[in-house]
């Protein structure tokens, strides 16, 4: 019997080629848990704002995977020890750090499943892939948790400068369209070392980390937390919510199964079994989007108008600004609601509410990027920077937004 080549080559439009570098890798790639990412949109309904914005959860593991390499080929170069065990598991790592994210990335979690985070069901995705491979990604799992001895290896993971960000923005900058955002991420990762099992970067590359942080900044205000894209989320959490409560209260929605039963079960941490995890498994973005075509007609004014406004992109009005809205303007928005469509007050709430978002481009109090200077010593890289306006993006900048039917 013939056997299969597992060390393939991906055409990435980005990076160009990336390659896989293991057969166990190739074969975590093949695996239905993460073809699934295939069927995940990376940006959730931002194609709505940016039409190219098209690309999946599949494209951006990949493209981190890509730069992990290159992080671990500058690090090794310059004298860091990665055992062969260590770069396999950054790789594994890295590979499947976002495995866990439902339809549209993030609908999920604040909806059907009673808050359980995208990271908690990548670990157990990552467990459950674990005991499928007969403990090859042990090592991968303790660094993905923050627990082996060696720091500096979840910082390529998880920090304000690691392999997932240096990606996302990129690729979603590409996508969208969004120059701005567009980082040199390969010249940051040029930049790395290794000080005290802290990642740093070398002093050299302060203008590019001060380029990168501006960047996700304008990407998150540009794009990330466009009003627009905003208002199209909440009215997507509000559909999955109003069909969880009528499948509740016995009334029956077409769904897809796997759809069906996450609005059928109330889903806790606690209760995230294999079996919810292989029904989990089954979900993408087209069990939602095939539902909404369905709910569009049924009967139902609040599920078929919410699902409407999605699929058409015929979505609520939306105000932004500093300071909350107050009270007495929420309640004449829905007053008019009420009267125009014969609704009740919880239905009403459905089509007018409010909220806030919140940009912090870099953290100061935890988990800094750090630079190391030719002397030897590692300061923060806003204390470095000879640029004011980094400290100023250590500081949260809160926005608040009213959405309400537009009028007729």
């Known amino acids: 019997m013939k056997l299969r080549n597992k060390l393939k080559i991906i055409n990435d439009p ?15 790639i093949e695996h239905t848990y993460f073809q699934r990412l295939r069927r995940i949109s990376q940006m959730g309904l931002s194609y709505l704002v940016y039409p190219g914005a098209h690309h999946t959860r599949f494209h951006h593991a990949l493209g981190a995977m890509f730069l992990m390499q290159r992080g671990v080929q500058v690090l090794t170069f310059k004298g860091i020890s990665i055992s062969e065990e260590e770069e396999e598991a950054l790789y594994i790592a890295i590979l499947l750090h976002d495995i866990g994210h439902g339809p ?20 157990l995705f990552m467990e459950a892939l674990n005991r499928e491979f007969n403990g ?17 290896l979840h910082q390529l993971i998880s920090s304000q400068l690691d392999m997932d960000r240096l990606d996302y923005l990129r690729r979603d900058s590409f996508y969208t369209g969004v120059s701005e955002g567009s980082v040199n991420s390969q010249r940051l990762i040029t930049m790395l070392n290794v000080s005290n099992d802290q990642l740093v970067v070398e002093e050299k590359g302060i203008y590019s980390v001060e380029k990168f942080i501006i960047a996700r900044r304008l990407m998150y205000w540009q794009v990330y937390l ?15 919510k109003r069909a969880k409560e009528l499948t509740l209260q016995g009334v029956h ?18 209760t995230f079994t294999d079996e919810v995890l292989d029904t989990f498994a089954k979900l993408d973005d087209y069990d939602i989007i095939a539902a909404m075509k369905s709910w569009c007609s049924v009967n139902d004014f609040v599920l078929s108008n919410l699902s409407n406004m999605v699929l058409n992109r015929d979505l609520l009005k939306v105000k932004m600004k500093k300071e909350p809205f ?29 909220g806030e978002t919140s940009n912090l481009a870099y953290r100061m109090d935890k988990d800094t990027i750090n630079l190391l200077r ?10 470095a920077s000879d640029q004011f306006n980094l400290k100023a993006l250590s500081k949260e900048v809160v926005k608040h937004y009213l959405c309400y039917p537009k009028p007729n």
């Open 374 to 383: 030719k002397n030897g010593k590692i300061v923060d890289v806003a204390t």
């Open 14 to 28: 980005i990076y160009g080629f990336i390659t896989i570098p293991n057969p166990l890798i190739f074969d975590l």
């Open 104 to 123: 549209f990335s993030h609908a999920m979690e604040h909806s059907i499943v009673e808050n359980v985070s995208h990271e908690k069901i990548s670990l």
């Open 326 to 354: 107050s009270s007495s303007k929420i309640s004449k928005k829905l007053e008019k609601v009420k009267k125009r469509y014969a609704l009740s007050e919880e239905e009403a709430a459905y089509f007018v509410f409010t």
């Open 226 to 240: 466009h009003k627009t894209g905003i208002v199209a989320e909440q009215l997507l959490l509000r559909v999955l």
């Open 136 to 152: 090859a990604l042990s090592l991968a799992i303790t660094i993905f948790k923050n627990e082996h001895d060696r720091k500096f």
């Open 253 to 270: 929605l077409p769904a897809s199964e796997a759809l069906s039963f996450f609005l059928r079960e109330q889903i806790l941490v606690e």
